[in-house]
């Protein structure tokens, strides 16, 4: 079994910083990419931004400059630092753990989480 658990949503003002947890649990070996994404209302889910196992990351050019992500590999952790947050940054922030190798084996394409609910107030 392999969980996902995104933690450190909130309500902030206009400008501020908050600092997003996510944690993969269960029977898993390694995970090659883990991932941040979001879905406003009335939008599609986008995403954020990527770390591979490798330590290279990726961003969605909205983000670029106010948010880092970095992972723990021995944690199977993953965090995503926003800062300059907008009204625009408002959105469900989904944790997406990509190309699990799990024990004794197996192997799983992606495995979500339930999403942490992040509100940037004008």
């Known amino acids: 079994q392999v969980q996902v658990v995104e933690s450190g949503g909130g309500l902030v003002q206009a400008g501020g910083s908050l600092r997003l947890s996510c944690a993969a649990s269960?029977?898993?070996?390694?995970?090659?990419?883990m991932a941040w994404y979001r879905q406003a209302p009335g939008k599609q889910r986008e995403l954020v931004a990527t770390?591979?196992?490798?330590?290279?990351?990726n961003y969605a050019d909205s983000v670029k400059g106010r948010f880092t992500i970095s992972r723990d590999n021995a944690k199977n952790t993953v965090y995503l630092q926003m800062y300059g947050l907008k009204p625009e940054d408002t959105a469900v922030y989904y944790c997406?753990?990509?190309?699990?190798?799990?024990?004794?084996?197996?192997?799983?394409?992606?495995?979500w989480g339930q999403g942490t609910q992040v509100t940037v107030s004008s």
């Open positions: 997406a753990a990509k190309g699990l190798v799990l024990t004794p084996g197996g192997y799983l394409d992606a495995f």
């Open positions: 269960g029977s898993i070996f390694m995970i090659n990419v």
């Open positions: 770390a591979t196992r490798d330590g290279i990351t």
